[in-house]
């Protein structure tokens, strides 16, 4: 299992090149403008996956038990998102690289966005942590495929076994 997360953590890192790079060829009104999907825009749905990653991440580093509202804007212009979001892909592939049997069988225990605790395993909660992210860019893309951007191939088996 260590290997998969290891490989999904390498696919994480290509994937949000690829959509960024596409991003960035959109307007500012583009960019920001009102979509149907979750949180409304690719900005704030960008802001909200790397806020997912970096809940998640601290929980796996042992920290932030408590989660955020949801729809936190961490970054308001998209240079400094883009540079946070590699910053931030870096610290993802650097935890799943140490990943061992013993941190496979830890647990992580804490409270949601709407105040309720839980505990998850660590296969679970790092899966869904990968799956998460899947998800809202596959959002990103249906975003994007409504601009004159084509969005990019994110395809998992073309992005490790190109």
Request: glycine share 4%; hydrophobic share 40%.
């Amino acid at each position: 299992m260590t290997q998969h997360f290891q490989t999904l953590a390498y696919y994480n890192r290509i994937a949000n090149e690829r959509l960024y790079a596409a991003c960035a060829q959109l307007s500012d009104d583009e960019y920001r403008k009102p979509r149907a999907g979750s949180f409304g825009s690719i900005h704030a749905l960008l802001n909200h996956i790397l806020l997912g990653d970096t809940i998640w991440l601290a929980r796996f580093e042992g920290r932030g038990a408590v989660t955020p509202a949801l729809n936190s804007v961490l970054y308001d212009e998209f240079r400094a998102l883009r540079a946070a979001r590699a910053a931030h892909d870096a610290r993802i592939e650097a935890f799943f690289a140490t990943l061992t049997e013993e941190t496979l069988s830890r647990s992580f225990a804490y409270v949601n966005n709407q105040g309720k605790s839980y505990v998850e395993g660590a296969p679970v909660a790092f899966s869904h942590f990968f799956n998460h992210q899947t998800h809202h860019r596959g959002q990103i893309t249906v975003m994007l495929s409504q601009t004159t951007v084509k969005p990019p191939s994110l395809d998992l088996h073309r992005i490790v076994n190109p």
